[in-house]
């Protein structure tokens, strides 16, 4: 009687896929297409204007069938304080935000990308890491996005989309996620690893964001560009394990030490945050999201430029 209670139980939790899927941080289209009659997967495009990526009406055109649209730029995923652009918004504001798409808690969630370039991706991560600093982990991207999905032949609905139905999600903030100005003052004095991962141009202070007062980097940091492992295979996007985990091993980083990850506004971050934690096995990393747009409010903190060393914010902005 036992093992037939047993095997019963196996069975039903097998059935209608309705279990927790645990999929790996990247998958393929593949993947992607055996697990569509999924009862708790969501299929969520998150296409934008970022690298002609689409909109709406792109993805009304053309989308993976049974996907559900959010719009990384416009639908909140990000929001201005203060002046600086791109930070977290209260916890209280995402989980309406993942609710009114019909997201709950036991749902795994695969984050699509328009596919079309490396600085489009950054969007998948950054919804990515918005999931798991709210505490949920059943969450991956599709790597080359919906252009891949297309180009490789699978299955494309289009017309209208109903809105689906609200759920009830629940954050729980994962603070070791996300790092304020004040620790990365604190990981730069103690020596702690940053990272910055914006083109090298950015880096060497050689050009700016317009949402930094001035250019360079945080001192110390190091430089793990976030287009750096992406291969182009007809017209998307994918990027490359194996060659990021070499880009990481070429700049020596401890795998066991904390990890700063900061860009311009916390766009570009996100991916270094996901190449670093999710593909490159690092341990301890964290997100700064106000990135060089907050560290750059304050005239006394430093930056580190190629042609003139460490100069303080309000030197460069006089």
């Not at 370039?117 to 919804?127: L, M, V, Y």
């Not at 360079?216 to 992406?230: K, Q």
Request: aromatic share 8%; net charge negative.
């Amino acid at each position: 009687m036992r093992r037939t209670l047993l095997l019963a139980a196996g069975t039903l939790a097998l059935s209608g896929h309705a279990y927790a899927l645990h999929p790996s941080p990247l998958v393929d289209a593949a993947w992607l297409e055996g697990q569509l009659d999924g009862d708790e997967l969501v299929v969520l495009d998150v296409r934008s204007a970022i690298d002609d990526g689409g909109d709406r009406a792109s993805f009304e055109a053309a989308r993976i069938p049974g996907s559900r649209y959010s719009s990384y730029t416009d639908a909140g995923w990000r929001e201005e304080r203060d002046g600086v652009a791109g930070l977290m918004p209260a916890v209280g504001d995402l989980e309406a935000l993942i609710g009114g798409l019909g997201i709950d808690n036991d749902d795994t969630v695969v984050v699509v990308p328009a596919g079309t370039g490396p600085t489009d991706f950054g969007s998948a991560a950054r919804i990515y890491w918005t999931f798991k600093a709210l505490g949920h982990d059943e969450v991956t991207i599709l790597n080359g996005g919906f252009a891949g999905w297309e180009q490789q032949g699978h299955k494309v609905a289009s017309g209208p989309v109903k809105a689906p139905d609200a759920a009830s999600f629940e954050g729980s903030l994962r603070e070791s996620l996300l790092a304020t100005t004040e620790e990365v003052v604190t990981a730069r004095e103690a020596d702690e690893q940053l990272v910055d991962a914006r083109p090298p141009a950015f880096y060497k202070g050689q050009t700016q964001s317009p949402a930094a007062r001035v250019p360079g980097t945080i001192p110390g940091s190091v430089n793990l560009p976030h287009d750096g492992s992406f291969e182009e295979r007809d017209g998307a996007y994918y990027l490359q394990p194996d060659s990021l985990k070499a880009r990481i091993d070429d700049l020596g980083l401890d795998p066991e030490a904390p990890t700063v990850a900061f860009c311009n506004t916390g766009h570009w971050a996100a991916s270094g945050w996901f190449q670093l934690s999710e593909i490159g096995g690092l341990e301890n990393v964290t997100m700064y999201d106000g990135s060089m747009a907050a560290w750059t409010r304050d005239d006394e903190r430093p930056v580190q430029l190629a042609d003139r060393g460490i100069v303080s914010v309000g030197e460069l902005a006089e």
